[in-house]
């Protein structure tokens, strides 16, 4: 017993690390896919021709890969995009990943609002751009809950991939008690971890979801 409360510091140092890369990288993914997703719905070519190439390349290449060529392989390209700091090579991979697959969860937010609101906005006088940031995005950010939510707890899981570049998450830590300890014990309590702080996380989510629902 001892034992295992001796792993727990550890465990939730890694935690920490965990939760900080989820936050950091979720919300820089929120931000930048609302350019994206209006740059795939713009009527310019050139614009969504370029954010839906990113779109397509992040949403269909594995995000281990993108880890893997953002920390090992743009090094080898020059060394000037050397990232030495392994919590900002998983944070950029991370958000460019995040970005993608959020901009489609905020373009069909976005295009779900009834289209005479758009007009009736148009016919007020409004700018397009007006129209988007006074009338149809505030009416989207409601219906983004549940499926941002959903996103953060696919973010949480997948940082444990960052174990690979030796950045020190749960996953990181719990393979390094488990080589000093020659103990796979140590596995139990890093899957209740894991368990636990996705559930406080999809609470959270679900409280938000409820009290800003669109049906009340």
Same mark, same amino acid.
């Given at each position: 017993?001892?034992?295992?409360?001796?792993?727990?510091?550890?465990?939730?140092?890694?935690?920490?690390?965990?939760?900080?890369?989820?936050?950091?990288?979720?919300?820089?993914?929120?931000?930048?896919?609302?350019?994206?997703?209006?740059?795939?719905?713009?009527?310019?070519?050139?614009?969504?021709?370029?954010?839906?190439?990113?779109?397509?390349?992040?949403?269909?290449?594995?995000?281990?890969?993108?880890?893997?060529?953002?920390?090992?392989?743009?090094?080898?390209?020059?060394?000037?995009?050397?990232?030495?700091?392994?919590?900002?090579?998983?944070?950029?991979?991370?958000?460019?990943?995040?970005?993608?697959?959020?901009?489609?969860?905020?373009?069909?937010?976005?295009? *779900?609002?009834?289209?005479?609101?758009?007009?009736?906005?148009?016919?007020?006088?409004?700018?397009?751009?007006?129209?988007?940031?006074?009338?149809?995005?505030?009416?989207?950010?409601?219906?983004?809950?549940?499926?941002?939510?959903?996103?953060?707890?696919?973010?949480?899981?997948?940082?444990?991939?960052?174990?690979?570049?030796?950045?020190?998450?749960?996953?990181?830590?719990?393979?390094?008690? *488990?080589?000093?300890?020659?103990?796979?014990?140590?596995?139990?309590?890093?899957?209740?971890?894991?368990?636990?702080?996705?559930?406080?996380?999809?609470?959270?989510?679900?409280?938000?979801?409820?009290?800003?629902?669109?049906?009340?």
């Amino acid at each position: 017993m001892q034992k295992v409360l001796g792993w727990i510091p550890p465990l939730l140092d890694g935690a920490r690390i965990t939760i900080s890369l989820t936050v950091v990288a979720v919300s820089a993914g929120l931000i930048m896919s609302l350019f994206l997703a209006l740059g795939k719905m713009s009527k310019k070519a050139w614009l969504n021709r370029l954010c839906s190439g990113y779109v397509f390349f992040f949403r269909g290449t594995p995000l281990l890969m993108q880890l893997y060529f953002i920390y090992y392989g743009l090094p080898q390209i020059t060394p000037f995009l050397t990232i030495n700091n392994r919590f900002m090579a998983a944070f950029i991979a991370f958000g460019l990943n995040s970005a993608a697959y959020c901009a489609e969860i905020i373009r069909a937010a976005i295009q *779900s609002i009834d289209k005479g609101q758009f007009e009736a906005s148009r016919a007020l006088g409004m700018s397009y751009a007006q129209t988007m940031r006074l009338v149809i995005v505030p009416q989207s950010i409601r219906r983004l809950i549940p499926p941002v939510g959903n996103e953060f707890i696919m973010v949480l899981k997948d940082a444990s991939l960052v174990s690979i570049i030796a950045l020190t998450d749960i996953t990181k830590v719990t393979r390094s008690i *488990s080589s000093s300890t020659a103990s796979a014990m140590v596995y139990i309590p890093a899957m209740i971890l894991y368990l636990i702080i996705p559930a406080v996380f999809t609470y959270v989510f679900h409280k938000l979801e409820k009290k800003y629902s669109i049906y009340e």
